[in-house]
Nanobody
Framework: QAQLVESGGGLAQPGGSLRLSCALSGTIFSISSMGWYRQAPGKERELVAVITSSGYTNYGDSVKGRFTISRDNVKNTAYLQMNSLKSEDTAVYYC?????????????WGQGTLVTVSS
């Protein structure tokens, strides 16, 4: 099974920006989609953004207009640019990907990276 590694979390001030990265490495035949979900304390995990292999994107309502997801198909990496951050964006952000090796389709999750928005 391929490995999914996230990076870029940390502390930001309200109104600030952060950029998350998610890289998939290992035996990969194709990647159908890559995306980000988040889970705040006491809340359910929710969709932040997803991008398909064809470039189609979908965003959660709370981040539309502020966050942008992009993808480098050569590097098998997805990026989440987060602007105009709010305190309610504080959460653990998880990368998710649907990919195939040469025999199996996998639904893989990263270990999570903490984003804290606070002054």
């Amino acid at each position: 099974q391929a490995q999914l590694v996230e990076s870029g979390g940390g502390l930001a001030q309200p109104g600030g920006s952060l950029r998350l990265s998610c890289a998939l490495s290992g035996t990969i035949f194709s990647i159908s989609s890559m995306g980000w979900y988040r889970q705040a304390p006491g809340k359910e995990r929710e969709l932040v953004a997803v991008i398909t292999s064809s470039g189609y994107t979908n965003y959660g309502d709370s981040v539309k207009g502020r966050f942008t997801i992009s993808r480098d198909n050569v590097k098998n990496t997805a990026y989440l640019q987060m602007n105009s951050l709010k305190s309610e964006d504080t959460a653990v952000y998880y990368c998710n990907t649907l990919y195939s090796d040469y025999s199996v389709t996998w639904d893989a999750w990263g270990q999570g990276t903490l984003v804290t928005v606070s002054s």
